[in-house]
């Protein structure tokens, strides 16, 4: 049985909309103010200004932008990661693969969650064998040995759930199927590949644990599997499986787009889909104060319909406690209803615990991002 609610009916003073994010007071700004991201309870207030139209910002809490394709060089080892945000639950690294890996690689912290933003290669792990390209999400599960071959040069993003596990959202009355159905998943298999690479030569595993390197080093390749039966596996789901949850009539909000769930984090996946129809209903993300939850985007394709001076392989960061929302050209697109559907593909983070940004290259952050919204 579907879980009930008691019926509450929220207070509404002023002028103010009956529905959330439709039929706006004329002249006037929708903000959210929510707790708990999107899962809690929630205000829309109604301003005269655009709640982004500050003339100025002192102190540490602002809105950052990076552009990960000024980061300098590759890495054969994905522990040579470029780090950009962590906290100690989720630690965020740009890898840019540099030729077939030497080692076998093996995270002893966390999960660790690779999002393929160019390229293609062969995985080689515990489990088999597993060809993975642009677009594809991998679960790799803590502890598993691991590899790749490189098909074509390669830039990954690497989320690590330190001391947690990558799960899948709880769909709710949507149902199990929605979004993806888990058939979708596709896992290693025991395959030609995998048995053939399946040598006697020396072979060494690099191991993370408490972000601290060891080294085992074996005589033979230790993935060496014969076969495996259980539940714990890598997994692959590719952007272009993944089928949105829509309304026309109504801004759904950007939690319904989960893809993975840990305990203190959530991974969203933003993939092309119709825009509202309804003449009343918002045409792009809602202003919003999320208090509870750092927000991270991810740029991977498209045209970004809420950004302006957004480009490919950029990445942005609106910590809790500071407004955000559209910016003044896509607010104004929205308006007027210019476009009838997104082509944008982004991963999007929501962080319970603050995140660090990382001490990056000159030329990496655009300070100007602060103001972007002027």
Not at 79 to 91: D, E, F, I, S, T
Not at 103 to 120: C, I, M, P, S, T
Not at 180 to 199: E, G, K, S, Y
Request: proline letters at 9%; aromatic letters at 10%.
């Amino acid at each position: 049985m579907a879980e009930r609610h008691w019926i509450a009916l929220p207070r509404i003073e002023g002028a103010a909309s009956r529905q959330a994010h439709v039929d706006l007071p004329p002249g006037s700004y929708e903000r959210e103010l929510g707790r708990e991201g999107f899962y809690g309870p929630a205000t829309q207030m109604y301003h005269r200004h655009p709640p982004t139209g500050w003339s100025r910002l002192e102190g540490p809490l602002r809105p950052r932008a990076l552009d990960t394709a000024a980061l300098p060089g590759r890495q054969n080892s994905p522990w040579g990661a470029v780090p950009l945000l962590r906290n100690h639950r989720l630690q965020l690294r740009l890898w840019r693969s540099d030729g077939d890996m030497q080692r076998l690689f093996r995270n002893g912290d966390g999960d660790e969650l690779l999002f393929v933003h160019q390229g293609a290669g062969e995985l080689m792990c515990d489990y088999g064998h597993l060809t993975i390209r642009e677009g594809d999400y991998l679960v790799l599960p803590r502890g598993t040995q691991w590899r790749l071959e490189e098909l074509e040069p390669m830039t990954l993003l690497l989320l690590e759930a330190t001391g947690d596990h990558f799960g899948l959202p709880d769909r709710g009355i949507a149902g199990a199927h929605a979004l993806f159905d888990p058939a979708m998943l596709d896992v290693p298999r025991i395959d030609l590949p995998f048995l053939a690479q399946q040598t006697e030569e020396p072979w060494q595993v690099q191991i993370k644990k408490s972000d601290r390197l060891s080294t085992l080093s074996y005589p033979f390749n230790p993935l060496d599997a014969l076969g495996w039966h259980g539940s714990l596996m890598p997994v692959r789901i590719n952007w272009r499986s993944i089928r949105p949850l829509l309304s026309a009539r109504y801004h759904l909000p950007p939690s319904v787009h989960t893809t993975f769930s840990c305990a203190r984090f959530v991974v969203c996946t933003f993939v092309p889909r119709p825009l509202e129809s309804d003449p009343g209903a918002l045409k792009v993300p809602f202003f919003h104060s999320n208090e509870d939850y750092d927000e991270v985007i991810f740029y991977h394709q498209g045209a970004f319909f809420s950004r302006d001076r957004i480009h490919l392989g950029m990445l942005t960061l609106h910590p809790a406690g500071i407004p955000h929302g559209p910016h003044p050209k896509a607010f104004e697109s929205g308006r007027k209803a210019e476009r009838k559907e997104t082509d944008e593909v982004a991963v999007m983070i929501d962080a319970q615990d603050p995140l660090s940004l990382a001490e990056l290259p000159e030329g990496v952050e655009w300070p100007g991002y602060v103001d972007s919204w002027k």
